[in-house]
Nanobody, 124 residues
Framework: QVQLVESGGGLVQAGGSLRLSCAAS????????MGWFRQAPGKGREFVAG????????YYTDPVKGRFTISRDNAKNTVYLQMNSLKPEDTAVYYC?????????????????WGQGTQVTVSS
């Protein structure tokens, strides 16, 4: 069966960095666009970043532009989210998701598979 497993979350001070990884199995990874979403306590799920199945196009929500970078390694079936200059408002559970299309979208309902999430906490 398809599995998406996130890792790399943790507690970091404001201004620090983390790199999240999402390892995929049970699917032809290069045939899926990938997205990162987050959900803060008491808030709805929010699109963070997306990457095309080839890796040739990336997309970000405005609050993370210039600070976060999404990338993928199709040989390793893994997508990454490098997060720099972290802020307390970045605190959330971060999820990766796979969409069986070439393009990511900001709509969570467009994705076919989800990981279990990894907690990111940024202290001030």
């Amino acid at each position: 069966q398809v599995q998406l497993v996130e890792s790399g979350g943790g507690l970091v001070q404001a201004g620090g960095s983390l790199r999240l990884s999402c390892a995929a199995s049970g699917l032809t990874f290069s045939g899926y666009a990938m997205g990162w979403f987050r959900q803060a306590p008491g808030k709805g799920r929010e699109f963070v970043a997306g990457i095309m199945w080839s890796g040739s196009g990336t997309y970000y929500t405005d609050p993370v532009k210039g600070r976060f970078t999404i990338s993928r390694d199709n040989a390793k079936n893994t997508v990454y989210l490098q997060m720099n200059s972290l802020k307390p408002e970045d605190t959330a559970v971060y999820y990766c998701a796979a969409r069986y299309r070439n393009m990511p979208t900001p709509q969570g309902d467009d994705y076919h598979y989800w990981g279990q999430g990894t907690q990111v906490t940024v202290s001030s």
